[in-house]
């Protein structure tokens, strides 16, 4: 016999929650006790992150900073989009060589996303 529903069981996974979450847990409701636990049997927890919300965004111009250290960072500079409640205008590639290994120049599109609700790497 099928078990009965009150009607709201899919209601936390179709509406937002009064507070913020990055992921979800799913955890027994008794957990094993801990002379039970080996390394790689922790069948009993499951975690999941959320993907990180993108969005397209076109390059418009790409320069170039020299630190105190002589580190070179690659700024790109974008034609602004939102990303949640953020306007991004601008992304940091983290290593020159990457630039060079993706071939991206003004005009171009590109995914960009937030990183730890910071500033997005393009």
């Not at 009965?4 to 179709?14: I, K, V, Y």
Request: aromatic letters at 8%; a positive charge; charged letters at 15%.
């Amino acid at each position: 016999m099928p078990a009965r529903s009150n009607g709201r069981a899919g209601h936390g996974l179709t509406s937002a929650l009064p507070f913020v979450t990055d992921g979800v847990v799913i955890r027994m409701a008794k957990e094993p006790s801990s002379q039970h636990w080996r390394p790689g049997q922790g069948d009993w927890l499951a975690a999941w992150k959320y993907p990180p919300v993108a969005q397209v965004a076109q390059v418009s111009a790409i320069q170039f900073s020299v630190g105190k250290s002589g580190k070179i960072s690659v700024i790109a500079s974008l034609v602004p989009v939102m990303l949640d409640d953020k306007r991004v205008k601008a992304g940091q590639y983290w290593f020159c060589q990457t630039l060079g290994s993706v071939d991206i120049a003004p005009g171009d599109q590109i995914l960009v996303s937030l990183a730890g609700q910071g500033i997005p790497p393009a």
